[in-house]
């Protein structure tokens, strides 16, 4: 179980909503986007939570900063104490 928080950044929490606004602009409903953030978070709890160093680290960006991948979206974070950061989320194929 996951003892440390999972807290967003506020250039992560920016880019989440801009994952939200593509979606919408996809013409997909508000219940599938919903949906699919839910999900993504979920997953996101799940695997940090019980693996919290399982991303691989990108020294390049900082001490400690790793890089998990979810679907075709990557997410930056690093361990903290009581706390799991993350930094930043982008497509895979834009930086």
């Known amino acids: 179980m996951n003892s440390r928080e999972i807290v967003f950044s506020p250039r992560a929490r920016e880019r989440m909503a801009e994952i939200a606004e593509y979606l919408y602009a996809q013409q997909l409903s508000n219940e599938f986007v919903a949906e699919y953030l839910q999900r993504f978070e ?47 989320v982008y497509r895979m194929n834009r930086p």
């Open 42 to 88: 979920d997953w996101l709890e799940r695997i940090l939570g019980e693996f919290p160093e399982s991303g691989v680290l990108l020294p390049e960006y900082g001490p400690g900063v790793r890089r998990v991948v979810y679907q075709q979206y990557s997410l930056l974070y690093r361990v903290q104490n009581d706390a799991i950061e993350i930094l930043t």
